[in-house]
């Protein structure tokens, strides 16, 4: 992709139309009736966009959608700027000052071995500035916001380090079974609430096994949904190239010949 223009030049000149399609006086309605709280689910939206993107390794869908996604950063920051809170530029000179009070090993003179100190440095950091803002529990902090899967994973990091942990993997797989026990007894009790909070445990267990295993939860679940989508497409295919023999194959044994065709297709 050719360069067109200075980044600083093309970040002013985005600026620039930000403010205009804000301005009361000839902007844009839509923007303008837009606040925080409106705006925030189309920021979610492109942020899963870059992530869908990056998946597919589409590097130029993955321009344009890094370009929307700092759209959205550029009107939260204009809308600020509107209130008196802070503008564009404080935003950006806030992650630099915060990228280089936590890495004092790049910009200072701290001696850091290898990735792994880093990682556990980087946390020190970030424990000392939750204190500094005054939020001391170990689970302050971790947004509400974030994906259930993605949250539950980071929630449950934050309580291992004081020790709210299994050793190993094999203490969450017997956890794993006494949670499938429990949806079971909530089933057949047809106690709908119940039901509904083992399910919600039995995915958080789900969710500490991936993390002991080394898995990243919410991506082991996109490439599941890929894999299923990918799976069916692959029946409803085979099924509109068929003729069926009346009473050969039950519904069912087709669907399944079909879908273990699927798997061993590599879908």
Not at 110 to 132: F, G, N, Y
Not at 159 to 176: N, Q
Request: hydrophobic fraction near 45%.
């Amino acid at each position: 992709m050719p360069k067109t223009e200075d980044s600083a030049v093309a970040l002013q000149r985005l600026l620039d139309i930000m403010r205009r399609l804000r301005d009361p006086d000839g902007g844009c309605p839509w923007d303008c009736a837009q606040d925080f709280r409106s705006i925030a689910p189309f920021t979610l939206e492109e942020a899963y966009e870059v992530v869908d993107a990056i998946e597919r390794e589409r590097p130029d869908e993955l321009c344009d959608e890094l370009g929307d996604l700092l759209f959205q950063v550029v009107f939260h920051a204009r809308m600020a700027e509107e209130r008196g809170w802070f503008d564009f530029a404080e935003v950006a000179a806030a992650i630099g000052n915060k990228l280089e009070r936590r890495h004092p090993h790049v910009f200072g003179d701290v001696e850091i071995a290898d990735a792994e100190a880093q990682t556990l440095a980087w946390e020190a950091h970030k424990r000392a500035e939750r204190v500094q803002q005054g939020r001391h529990g170990v689970l302050d902090g971790v947004p509400l916001a974030l994906p259930a899967l993605t949250r539950a994973a980071k929630l449950q990091r934050r309580a291992a380090r004081i020790g709210l942990d299994w050793p190993d993997h094999r203490g969450v797989i017997d956890k794993l079974h006494e949670e499938v026990a429990e949806v079971e007894v909530a089933r057949a009790a047809g106690d709908q609430a119940a039901l509904s909070a083992e399910i919600g445990d039995l995915l958080f267990t789900c969710v500490n096994l991936a993390r002991h295993l080394e898995v990243d939860p919410e991506g082991a679940l996109r490439a599941a949904n890929a894999r299923f989508e990918a799976r069916v497409g692959h029946v409803e295919t085979a099924l509109e190239g068929m003729t069926k023999v009346a009473g050969a194959q039950s519904d069912a044994q087709i669907l399944d010949r079909l879908w273990t065709a699927a798997k061993q297709a590599g879908l």
